[in-house]
């Protein structure tokens, strides 16, 4: 589907439907115009690196690791998925036997995690986060990765949750 | 460990640099890295695992400036190499003369099927590993 949707909540007087949707349709083209170069292209400056993620939010005790892709310095590329829903790649045995005979010295660049959500309500949930960087990154000195995945969500609260959850590993200056 | 080595290329170090500059923090940081690993570790260096090993504080240009000293003719502390990949996780070694070659000609020749590569700089990567100068001052 090639749309973007500009949503408006109307509230209860529709009379100036019109007039607030052009509004916000021209606060739209500014925002992009004042984001983008040509070709609508990001301006450097306001590209949010989510690079530095990945390595960050492994070695946290954030979520649970179910999916990463590193290299060794033995020369190696690994991929390794957990398949039950509950248990974290961290702690999984063959997992934590080869990152300790490396010292730990892993490179990674590709990562998902999940969460339990909603706990403590009826409705518990697990949203997902995928950052997809690709392993001939880790050979660039400033390797950029502009996109997040962000799956499993039963609705807006548990995409807000899984986004606070990332902005909380990328700099202050540069917060999605 | 040949300490009177390692002593001297630090020095060396310091005189190129000065000792308050964030390239000789650099510098020192990648070659204590690489005295301090084992060395059946040390075969694939990337620029990822280099910033892994040196933190976070020296700006990627100060690390870029550091590593391309490191693999110079006066302080030959890591050997260059480069590999070929136009598929995710496929990598293919390169020879320097491939490169070289691909350098002056502006195509470069397909490591397997022989063909040419136009736009290669994106599908080309490099990477290090520790010189044989490191395996010196190590013995």
């Given at each position: 589907m090639e749309r973007i949707e500009i949503r408006?909540?109307?509230?209860?007087?529709?009379?100036d439907r019109e007039l607030s949707f052009n509004q916000i349709r021209r606060a739209f083209q500014n925002l992009v115009s004042r984001l983008?170069?040509?070709?609508?292209k990001l301006k450097k400056e306001n590209i949010v690196n989510l690079f530095s993620a990945i390595d960050d939010l492994y070695r946290s005790s954030e979520g649970r690791v179910c999916e990463l892709a590193f290299t060794t310095e033995g020369g190696s590329i690994k991929r390794e998925r957990m398949r039950?829903?509950?248990?974290?790649l961290r702690t999984e045995a063959y997992h934590d036997g080869g990152i300790k005979a490396v010292d730990g010295k892993i490179s990674s660049y590709r990562i998902a995690a999940t969460w339990e959500h909603g706990?403590?309500?009826s409705l518990v949930t697990q949203p997902e986060l995928l950052l997809p960087g690709y392993?001939?990154?880790?050979?660039?000195?400033t390797p950029i990765l502009m996109d997040a995945d962000i799956t499993n969500c039963a609705g807006i609260e548990d995409f807000n949750f899984v986004v606070n959850k990332l902005n909380d590993f990328i700099g202050n200056e540069s917060k999605t | 460990m040949n300490q009177k080595l390692k002593e001297q290329i630090i020095t060396r170090f310091a005189e190129d640099?000065?000792?308050?500059s964030p390239q000789y923090e650099v510098c020192v940081k990648i070659f204590d890295y690489l005295l301090s690993?084992?060395?059946?570790?040390?075969?694939h260096l990337t620029y990822g695992s280099l910033k892994n090993a040196i933190?976070?504080?020296?700006?990627d240009t100060d690390i870029l400036k550091a590593t391309q000293y490191l693999c110079?003719?006066?302080?030959?502390v890591l050997s260059l190499h480069f590999e070929f990949s136009d598929k995710e996780d496929e990598f293919i070694y390169l020879e320097y003369d491939e490169v070289r070659w691909a350098k002056s000609t502006g195509k470069l020749v397909?490591?397997?099927?022989?063909e040419d590569i136009d736009n290669y700089e994106d599908k080309v990567f490099m990477f290090f590993t520790p010189s044989p100068l490191i395996s010196e001052i190590r013995s």
């Open positions: 408006l909540d109307i509230g209860s007087d529709a009379g983008t170069i040509k070709d609508y039950r829903s509950n248990e974290c706990a403590d309500t392993s001939r990154m880790l050979s660039e000195i | 640099w000065g000792r308050k690993r084992p060395i059946n570790q040390l075969k933190g976070d504080n020296p700006s110079g003719d006066r302080t030959p397909h490591p397997v099927t022989g």
